[in-house]
């Protein structure tokens, strides 16, 4: 895998720094993370993680993409509905994911506020061809895969992110099975 930012970092280097800086994360928190540590960890030197990656949370932003996409790639191979709930679960339970919001939830408020980031335009696009595969095989409705693909990761995201403040009466599960009610609903054709 080549860097996310298209650095010129060997492919070898790339997977060691992003694997380390998982690793930190884990054990650390971003808000503890250097890329010292993770040059360290990754076996390279300092400079060539801060040639590539100018901070901490660039680089966690990269790392953060490869994650999420390598999670989300099951939109490529299953239909929309399924996918999105069952990205939900596993984001949910992701152990990079469970870090962040809870040692440095606010790392995710730009996100939600003020922009998208890279993880979410490979996901609105791996979203996009699942939605416009369900058209062509007449299981997803007519309408602009690009609107629609917005519509379900604005859904998902919302129970990603404020599911567990909804617990106590229901469970996760009976959220999940509601998420895809709500989704099969909206995709229907």
């Known amino acids: 895998m080549t860097s996310i930012r298209h650095n010129k970092v060997s492919e070898r280097h790339s997977d060691a720094v992003l694997d380390a800086a998982r690793e930190v994360v884990l054990a650390v928190g971003v808000r503890r993370t ?13 400079m060539t993680v801060y040639r590539h990656w100018p ?49 440095d939830p606010e790392l995710l408020l730009p996100y939600l506020l003020d922009r998208r980031g890279s993880s979410h335009d490979a996901m609105l696009a791996l979203v996009e061809l699942g939605i416009a595969r369900g058209q062509e095989r007449g299981s997803v409705r007519p309408g602009d895969p690009r609107t629609m693909a917005r519509a379900v990761l604005l859904t998902a995201q919302s129970f990603l992110i404020s599911g567990r403040t909804m617990l106590g009466p229901v469970t996760e599960e009976e959220l999940d099975a509601e998420l895809t009610v709500l989704l099969e609903r909206y995709l229907s054709p």
């Open 34 to 46: 250097t890329l010292t540590d993770v040059a360290r960890r990754a076996g390279v030197s300092r």
């Open 55 to 103: 901070d901490v949370r660039s680089l966690v932003a990269d790392l953060m993409t490869r994650e999420w996409v390598d999670v989300a790639g099951r939109f490529a191979t299953e239909d929309p509905v399924t996918a999105a709930a069952g990205v939900v679960r596993a984001l949910r339970g992701h152990p990079l994911w469970r870090k962040i919001v809870e040692v």
